[in-house]
């Protein structure tokens, strides 16, 4: 099936599906089924099932999935085959927490550059990058052929950064500030938002 | 419907509506349909009726939903009418770029107590808030009756600390640990994990 056709919320849940196959992994398994998976998940197992029929037939009736051969599919769909530079704009706080930040490199991402307008910052060495001029980002990212960009500036400057980047080709955004940014409907945006995940478990709480 | 035959996906989705309802109105709207909410969104207006039909009648044929009503209505479901005091654990570059997060306090929460291990720290001023020693933290907690933690601290402490926040009676754990923390059915912990979001993007990228 062409990927346009694909609902994109079914694409939200393979990295979920991804996820949890490398812990099951990590804990020792070899198989699953839909139907754990769809327990471990909160999902029903037909939703799952439903999901990967979008891509090919995974599982054997009986023993269901291999989980190393269902992970490399799903790394194969999603393109995460070989690794994705990443640059990273903004190194305060939040910047360098990420760009410290230990789980990119095993799931398919790598910071591979970092900008800050910040002199005092510029030449500086986060882990092994070296920080760099944001006057220069827009030809760098152009240069080095960089995609992918993650945003860790203050919100009154997210649209700015964000025109430049996609002045220098970048065709996903993940945004950790907290506003909406506007990109054209080829450029895909993500926002890191912990209020969301805060407000889905109240609802469970006694107050 | 009482909430526990609710399925959690549901729940998880009327943050979602209640953040683009936000960002409507701050558009100056008065009111939306769930055609409109489902484009947004990239759900299907059958869906979106159909999760908020759980909870009640919100809009009219025709002039569909007011959304100052229906956003109403969400934070009144959600438990969002009062602000919950949430305690941070861990003050490094992650800790601090949350505890001066501006997106809290509009959507319910508020950072009310600081937590760290580094002598130090404690005591130093973060924002309002002097940093607190976690020695105290389980004591503390429970004095307070604060039932909600997000958690920034290293992924080789993630279920120590984690731990301890059960026995102080937290009920909601945000976790930015790179790891997936043990918690009894009665507790609910979401995670944050930006790879998660980049992987739903690089389905779309050219490689």
């Known amino acids: ?13 393979l ?10 992994a990590a804990a020792g398994k070899e198989y699953t089924s839909s139907h754990e998976l769809g327990q471990y998940l909160g999902i029903s197992s037909a939703q799952i099932r439903k999901d990967l029929s979008h891509f090919g037939e995974f599982g054997k009736q009986g023993t269901g999935y291999n989980i190393a051969y269902l ?6 769909i ?5 690794v994705w530079d990443v640059a990273l704009i903004g190194v305060g706080d939040l910047g360098r ?3 410290h930040y230990q789980g990119f ?3 398919g991402f790598r910071v591979a550059a970092v900008y800050d307008t910040d002199p ?9 990058l070296a920080i760099e001029d944001f006057s220069k980002m827009e030809t760098d990212i152009q240069k080095r052929n960089i995609r992918v960009a993650m945003l ?3 919100f009154s400057e997210a649209q700015n950064v964000t025109d430049i980047l996609l002045k220098a080709g970048i065709k996903a955004i993940l945004s950790y500030a907290p506003i909406s940014i506007k990109v054209p409907s080829d450029v895909h945006v993500e926002y890191i938002d912990p209020v969301l995940h805060l407000q889905k478990m109240t609802f469970f709480l006694d107050k």
């Open 97 to 99: 927490a990420i760009a």
């Open 105 to 107: 490199i095993d799931r």
């Open 120 to 128: 005092d910052k510029i030449g500086m060495k986060i882990g092994d």
């Open 152 to 154: 860790a500036v203050p």
């Open 71 to 76: 992970s490399g599919q799903l790394k194969r």
């Open 78 to 82: 999603l393109k995460l085959e070989s």
């Open 1 to 13: 099936m062409p990927p346009s056709s694909i609902p994109e919320i079914v694409i939200g849940r």
């Open 15 to 24: 990295p979920l599906y991804l996820r949890t196959l490398s812990r099951m």
